[in-house]
């Protein structure tokens, strides 16, 4: 069983991009959003310690409009630790600083647009007040991968809050760390007073449970107002088995888990195909050399079959409509010590395999460094996820959340085959099994695309061009 | 012995006429017994001791103590008020020179450092200090250790602290009965020149006489005017100590030492606090280096706020259903600025001297804001300023430096006098400390403090600093937050300052205070050998990284030339 730890930020940044699009008018829509992940870049708060969290501007050393290239620091962060210079890695045009001096921003969160010309300022501007008027969660919560994606939306303020405003030290700092508005939170602390349970609420974090909760104070206090039950209590724990070992799991696995628990709420279907891989392999052998892997070869092929059925490159956002990607981008599973992650490969219909194959090497390293972008993990529109190394004949995958189908691939092995003549002969056979959102791709829509890509991996030549 | 005690009070008596000199303590004065190395042969506090002939002297006054009465027709050679950690130093001091000597303590022994203060402190402390590590999930992981679920004990942390109070408590009696030191019961009150009567309530009181008095009576938490204390949900750290609840949201009134301790306690057992500060910066009397740097490891990545600038100029308990109300004043326009609603509140702005009672009126000497105003000698002055003979006051009582140590040290510069050698103690040697985690201590001038000297004196100081980073030990505990910083004068090498943020930092800073008390220069000092691998390599980068201008040096302060 094969599951896919689900871009879990995809929710998050698309519908920022789709906005985006649509502000900015609607020109061809599929240019349009090209243009913006090329030429405009976001800079992010760096961690520039193991432990740093959250940064604080202390000043700008770019201004909005200021060009600068690469390696030139462009603003001094605090940090837990020290005041460093932080430096740009691309060239460009500081086109907004989105978190001003004297602000702070979690680690990963975007604090200023770089536009790569001037054209790109505008756009960058209209993109940055898109940002700026988006929800009040808008910016990445510290963990990327431990987003809340799906976090319960923040409670609708209630037309006149009983809080006064009174929020607790670490209320206050959670608030600011996640842009959560106070004033519109309704405090459950004693005497109405916003807590920090409150804020992560209404941030969609799922609090930590308390592992000391001190005994409640002596004083004479009467608890004006129960704490209610932590919102995200799910499913029943059951008791450890004695002898065991109990281990947390890490945001990147909780992150797997709780996309996996989501996938639930969608109904899907498996069609399975199998297909001869002989000429494949040969294409294999004269490619390796170049760098080439078996993966990216099937990403290849998956991606030109895609862009004739763009319904399996769909997804259902709102269970009531398809949404058409323009983008053929290709997440392709990954197993990491302790994790799992899908780094995707953009517009994979469009670039050929040697630059697919060098983008893939860079994308494995940034995944086993955990220094993927959320858009090298969150902007996929379908996945693959290949065991064959490893001998297995076929699988079954979970479908991630936000996408429309994904693809399991087993090994090929030399199979006896009858052709329609009756002459048996010995042929490298390969089973795909597709998994599929049966919303908006039925079993036909599946099965097209499944013929089209095995006459692309039976005949591969069209791979190379 | 006694003879030498009886030429030591006319010595001091003959030095007291001039003896007008009462220089704020944190200013060096022209004095300075203890200065540079070398130059006063006579110097105390430079003398070897001779351990076990001490001790001989001190069993023999033991035995002798209460069996011969004090020469002179005095019952004692010395009376100590109060049986604090400054009595205690006095009193083991005393016997140590062969004084007959009595402590008189109307509360309990060991007074605010032992049942109150530090001591009990340090128990929450070490507490906190577990509990900050365990939940440090990414300190324990980097380590390769893997804690699965951590909690505490509210009372059984209290009574941690409790029992190490009455621990210390009956080792500090029972150090001062095996001397032979007679602890007198009651509350001292002095009714005239060498004599003072002490007493129970409801008991007959008693009189006695003194060749010497020493107060030592301490200080008690200072609360503000418009504070209401109630115990319960607003105290002094005398309620705060005994644990008997964390509330969840605490603010802490002061951030001094000890708002900053409690914040580290609070923190660590779950409570969020918040910082009242009537200065415009948090942790005012350290260096201000150090407090930006204490602020970044101590406040702002834990659960902590603060407003600063504002006086909180009424606090109501919880009563009723109504949380602690906190009234903050603007600190300049004393407008009303805000109304804070917590669980507790803790009052930590500072200490009052505990004078009243003494019968200081008796001999005319005039309480200034409540401290027994003194000459840097510790003698008494009376309201005409001139020197009360044979009257002593050490401690938080005097206000010179509101540290335990620094009281017991003036109580032995006292016994000193009074045995016979003239004593000046140098305040700027004194060490303090917080132990926070990680701890912060400092000895000497802070950085502004020493360039004003410079200026006024017209020579130059040079900074540098070092980084607990950089140290192996701290790496292999994990725990390289930290600096440590020296001040010197660049010509002569003289340390005026050093303060350390770091891991044991408390016990760090005793290389630099002794360097200052014994004059060590930083170009003698750096050729001092450290173990390896160990955190007082910090203090050894930091020596070596100090340059000196040798050349002007050798010439002013070494005359006679090797």
Same mark, same amino acid.
């Given at each position: ?86 430096? @740009?890695? &691309? ?25 790569e010309?001037?054209?790109? !300022? ?17 910016? &990445?919560?510290? &963990? ?11 409670? %609708? ?6 809080t006064k ?22 405090g459950?602390?004693? &005497? ?9 609420? %209404?941030?969609?974090?799922?609090? *930590? ?26 499913g %029943? ?19 797997v888990s ?17 297909m @001869? ?15 080439? @892997?078996?993966?990216?070869?099937? !990403? *290849? ?19 009531k ?27 994979a ?12 090497r860079?994308?494995l390293? *940034? ?21 064959g ?5 076929r ?22 085959v ?16 597709v ?28 791979l190379?061009? | ?21 009462? $220089? ?15 130059e ?153 020149k060498q ?25 008690? #938490? ?20 005994k ?93 009303h600025k ?9 009052i ?5 001297p ?43 009582a005097n ?32 060490p ?6 990680? $701890?912060?201590?400092?000895?000497g001038?802070?950085? #502004?403090?020493?360039? $004003? ?12 600093k ?10 292999? $505990? ?36 002794n ?21 007082s ?26």
């Open positions: 069983m094969a599951s896919l730890a689900s871009p879990s930020l995809s929710l998050h940044t698309v519908p920022g991009r789709a906005r985006l699009a649509a502000a900015a008018g609607a020109p061809p829509r599929r240019r349009r959003v090209a243009v913006v992940r090329a030429k405009v870049r976001e800079i992010f708060m760096p961690a520039l310690s193991s432990t740093m969290t959250e940064g604080k501007i202390v000043s700008w050393t770019a201004a909005e409009g200021d060009r600068v290239a690469k390696g030139d620091p462009v603003v001094v962060v605090e940090s837990d630790k020290a005041d460093m210079d932080v430096e @740009t890695f &691309h060239d460009g045009i500081v086109a907004a600083v989105l978190v001003p001096a004297g602000g702070t921003a979690p680690v990963g969160a975007p604090i200023a647009l770089l536009a010309s001037e054209e790109e !300022v505008a756009l960058a501007q209209a993109r940055a007040q898109a940002l700026s008027q988006g929800p009040s969660r808008e910016p &990445h919560p510290p &963990h990327a991968v431990a987003a809340a994606a799906r976090a319960p939306p923040p409670p %609708a303020p209630v037309a006149a809050p009983a405003g009174i929020a607790t030290p670490y209320a206050k700092k959670l608030a600011k760390q996640h842009r959560v508005d106070i004033a519109a939170v309704v459950t602390g004693p &005497h109405g007073r916003v807590t920090a349970a409150d804020i992560q609420a %209404a941030a969609g974090i799922n609090p *930590k449970p308390k592992v000391a909760p001190p005994p409640p104070p002596p004083p004479p206090a009467p608890p004006a107002a129960v704490r209610p039950a932590p919102p995200m209590a799910s %029943a724990v059951l008791p450890p088995l004695p002898g065991g070992r109990v281990v947390p799991f890490t945001t990147m696995q909780a992150a709780r996309n996996m628990v989501e996938s639930l709420s969608v109904p899907t279907f498996r069609v399975g195909y199998s @001869t891989t002989d000429k494949l392999d040969a294409l294999y052998e004269k490619v390796k050399s170049k760098g080439v @892997t078996k993966t990216v070869l099937l !990403v *290849k092929a998956a991606a030109m079959a895609l862009t004739q059925h763009p319904a399996v490159n769909a997804s259902c956002r709102d269970g409509s398809f949404s058409y990607n323009t983008n053929v981008n290709i997440g392709v599973a990954v197993a990491l010590e302790g994790g799992l992650l899908t780094p995707v490969l953009e517009d219909d469009k670039l050929d395999i040697y630059l697919l194959a060098q983008k893939w860079v994308l390293k *940034k995944a086993r460094t955990k220094q993927l972008q959320p858009n090298e993990y969150n902007s996929g529109t379908f996945t693959l996820s290949n065991l190394m490893f001998g297995v004949d699988f079954d995958a979970i479908l991630p959340a936000g996408q429309g189908a994904i693809m399991a691939v087993g090994t090929s092995k030399p199979t006896v009858a052709d329609k003549d009756g002459f048996f002969s010995i042929k490298s056979e390969m089973l795909v099994n998994t599929a959102d049966h919303r908006i791709i039925y079993g036909a829509d599946l099965a097209a695309f499944l013929q089209t890509f095995a006459k692309i991996v039976e005949d591969p030549e069209g190379t061009l | 012995m006694q003879s030498t005690a009886a030429a030591s009070v006319s010595a001091s008596a003959i030095a007291s006429g001039g003896g007008a000199r009462s $220089e704020p303590a944190r200013r060096p004065g022209g004095l300075r017994v203890c200065g540079l190395r070398g006063s042969p006579a110097c105390p506090s430079l003398r070897i001791s001779q351990a076990p002939a001490r001790l001989a002297v001190a069993r023999a006054a033991a035995a002798t103590n209460g069996a011969v009465a004090g020469s002179g027709g005095f019952d004692y050679d010395l009376v100590i008020i109060g049986a604090g950690v400054g009595g205690h130093g006095a009193a083991l001091h005393a016997v140590e020179e062969g004084l007959k000597t009595a402590i008189i303590e109307g509360d309990v022994v060991g007074g605010t450092c032992v049942n109150r203060g530090c001591v009990p402190s340090k128990a929450l402390l070490a507490v906190s200090g577990r509990m900050r590590e365990l939940h440090d999930e990414h300190h324990m992981k980097s380590l390769g250790l893997q804690v699965s679920s951590t909690g505490y004990d509210r009372q059984a942390v209290a009574d941690h602290a409790n029992n190490l109070a009455s621990k210390i408590r009956s080792n500090l009696t029972n150090s001062m009965k095996a001397l032979g030191v007679d602890i007198l019961t009651g509350v001292g009150t002095i009714v005239g004599k003072v009567r002490y007493g129970k309530v409801g008991f007959p009181e008693k009189e006695i006489t003194a060749r010497n008095i020493i107060i030592a009576t301490g200080s008690t #938490p200072f609360v503000p005017k418009g504070i209401e204390i109630d115990g319960k949900t607003v105290f002094t750290s005398d309620h705060a100590l644990l008997e609840s964390v509330p969840d949201w605490i603010a802490i009134v002061g951030s001094g030492y000890i708002g900053l301790e409690f914040s580290d306690v609070y923190t660590a057992l779950g409570s969020e606090v918040t910082f009242v500060e009537a200065l415009d910066q948090l942790m005012p009397g350290f260096d201000p280096e150090i407090a930006k740097l204490a602020q970044r490891v101590l406040i702002n990545p834990r659960k902590i706020d603060y407003h600063t600038g504002v006086f909180a100029s009424k606090i109501t308990p919880a009563k009723d259903g109504k949380p602690v109300l906190i009234e903050l004043i603007d600190a300049k326009t004393k407008e805000e109304t804070l609603e917590v669980d507790a509140a803790l930590a702005t500072g200490r009052a505990f004078t009243k009672g003494l019968g200081l009126e008796n001999i005319n000497v005039v309480t200034q804001r409540g401290f027994v105003p003194v000459d840097e000698r510790m003698r008494v002055m009376d309201a005409d300023g001139n020197v009360v003979p044979n009257l002593y006051c050490i401690g938080d206000g010179k430096l509101m540290l335990a140590h620094a009281a017991s040290a003036q109580g032995i510069s006292v016994v000193e006098q009074i045995s016979g050698r003239d004593h000046i103690l140098n305040h700027l040697s004194i303090a400390a917080c132990f926070t985690h990680p $701890e912060i201590s400092m000895v001038l802070t950085e #502004p403090q020493a360039r $004003e000297k410079a200026d006024k004196e017209g020579f130059e100081i040079s900074v540098v070092t980084s607990f980073k950089a140290n192996t030990k701290a790496l292999a $505990e994990n725990e390289g937050d930290g600096i440590a910083k020296l001040i010197y004068r660049s010509d002569t090498g003289e340390i005026l300052g050093v303060h350390i943020l770091g891991l044991h930092a408390a016990d760090l800073i005793h290389e630099a205070s360097a200052i008390a014994l004059g060590t220069r930083v170009q003698d000092i750096k050729f001092a050998v450290h173990a390896h691998p160990t955190l390599e910090v203090l050894d980068e930091l020596f070596k990284a100090a340059k000196v201008n040798s050349g002007v040096s050798h010439s002013v302060n070494e005359p006679v030339a090797a």
